[in-house]
T-cell receptor, first 116, second 115 residues
Framework: DVKVTQSSRYLVKRTGEKVFLECVQDMDHENMFWYRQDPGLGLRLIYFSYDVKMKEKGDIPEGYSVSREKKERFSLILESASTNQTSMYLC???????????????FGPGTRLLVL | AQSVTQLDSQVPVFEEAPVELRCNYSSSVSVYLFWYVQYPNQGLQLLLKYLSGSTLVKGINGFEAEFNKSQTSFHLRKPSVHISDTAEYFCAVSERGGGADGLTFGKGTHLIIQP
């Protein structure tokens, strides 16, 4: 089974702190994604990466950055956390290979971040 | 750019009754379509997907969906629901394949099963 893990389930930070959210996948997937989920808004794409050291902006990249130094790990960074970044953050990964898993994104359990 | 509309934010249904969760999309090109389910305090799990071929797609847990290109819809159905189906359901679309780019999600439909 594909496994996507996120470093924390719950996180509480103060305004202005630098925050790191870590995501690791164990299926050698090329693509990795960060979304935020807010009630009534669904999931929105923040950043994605299709290879090591490569990154692409999603729909709402402002206030965030990412790092992908190794294929299995994709980090989301909040340089200076603000209260409007309080949200659920979901990481996902997918493979470019053909087969039953084609075009399927696999999600981690999420990190619920509260910024005070 | 593509967009997804889930017409109902909540759908209450009695146990063992049929259910349909509605999803409409807009896009200027061909799309791939997905339904994901999120159980409380968990991540998202793929229910089913339409990439090509037969417009009736069967997924896990007895769910199915039908792609209707003329109506730009991808409604999710189950003939008989169970308490365990209580969850948030998300419809999603990708223009070039969710495997390569991110997905665009609808706002979700909360399915509430009443005993």
């Amino acid at each position: 089974d594909v496994k996507v893990t996120q470093s924390s389930r719950y996180l509480v930070k103060r305004t202005g702190e630098k925050v790191f959210l870590e995501c690791v996948q164990d299926m050698d997937h090329e693509n990795m994604f960060w979304y935020r989920q807010d009630p009534g808004l669904g999931l929105r794409l923040i950043y994605f990466s299709y290879d090591v050291k490569m990154k692409e902006k999603g729909d709402i990249p402002e206030g965030y950055s990412v790092s992908r130094e190794k294929k299995e790990r994709f980090s989301l960074i909040l340089e200076s956390a603000s209260t409007n970044q309080t949200s659920m953050y979901l990481c996902a990964s997918s493979s470019v290979a053909a087969g039953a898993a084609r075009e399927t994104q696999y999600f981690g359990p999420g990190t619920r971040l509260l910024v005070l | 750019a593509q967009s997804v509309t889930q017409l109902d934010s909540q759908v209450p249904v009695f146990e063992e009754a049929p259910v349909e969760l509605r999803c409409n999309y807009s896009s200027s090109v061909s799309v791939y379509l997905f339904w994901y389910v999120q159980y409380p305090n968990q991540g998202l799990q793929l229910l089913l997907k339409y990439l090509s071929g037969s417009t009736l797609v069967k997924g896990i847990n007895g769910f199915e969906a039908e792609f209707n290109k003329s109506q730009t819809s991808f409604h999710l159905r189950k003939p008989s629901v169970h308490i365990s189906d209580t969850a948030e359901y998300f419809c999603a679309v990708s223009e070039r394949g969710g495997g390569a780019d991110g997905l665009t999600f609808g706002k979700g439909t909360h399915l509430i099963i009443q005993p």
